[in-house]
């Protein structure tokens, strides 16, 4: 991220989530610096991360990414939807949706509770929850 990158302009509120002993980016002033702690892996602590947000009236994150973090945020039980999109096309290798260790055969399956299937334009949405009771 820099300077000139469209999200740190002033049209919305940027929150640049950082570890504790992470150097400090030369951003401008409207960006704000959350530090939180990390695991022993050096990744954020994202239980701890939520609370946070959760404490700024942040209620409901987006996380939009690859396997690693999708994997971590489903380990760690912090999922309550899942909205997946399906094109009807055929791409070669390539990595996989998750990386979720321990998940090897359909024994370790991790069930989620089918919600809504829609056809938009060429793809597919599948929207599933958890089916746990959600905290307020």
Known sequence: MTKSSR????AAPTLVVLGPDAPKPDLPPPVEILRVPV???GRIELAVLL???AKRGITSVLV???PTIAAAF???GLVDDIVAYIRAAILGGGR???DLPGVASIADLRPFRLETVE???QDVRI???AGRQRST
């Open 96 to 98: 996989s949706l998750l």
């Open 64 to 66: 939009e990414g690859g």
């Open 51 to 53: 609370r946070a947000l």
């Open 127 to 129: 929207t599933a929850s």
């Open 74 to 76: 489903l380990t760690a």
């Open 7 to 10: 999200v740190v302009d002033a």
């Open 39 to 41: 695991d022993q892996h």
């Open 119 to 121: 056809r938009v334009g």
